[in-house]
């Protein structure tokens, strides 16, 4: 798979689709607690699919955008971890 390089965490997208509109008024209007948005803008907390649907409806981006930047950037993240040798299930045919 390729996957790109080191992709922005998806709080940082989110927060170009904000715009000016402060974080307090953007969590009120998504339903959420200023602490979560934040968390999320601030890079330490990921976007669920309860949180994609919240947006898609807010912003008009799809859940599955959303969801696609998050995976996209936990695939990264993960991949540059060290990890033990895996060998596979079935041989090749």
């Keep these: 798979m390729?996957?790109?390089?080191?992709?922005?965490?998806p709080g940082a997208v989110l927060r170009e689709y904000i715009g000016d509109v402060s974080v307090t008024e953007a969590a009120k209007r998504l339903g959420v607690?200023?602490?979560?948005?934040?968390?999320?803008l601030n890079g330490s907390a990921g976007i669920s699919a309860d949180m994609a649907l919240r947006l898609e409806?807010?912003?008009?981006?799809s859940a599955e955008m959303w969801l696609g930047i998050q995976l996209k950037y936990e695939l990264w993240q993960a991949s540059q971890l060290p990890r033990a040798q895996v060998t596979p299930l079935h041989s090749a045919r």
């Design 57 to 61: 409806q807010a912003l008009g981006a």
């Design 33 to 40: 607690t200023r602490t979560a948005l934040s968390r999320i």
């Design 2 to 9: 390729n996957r790109m390089h080191n992709p922005a965490h």
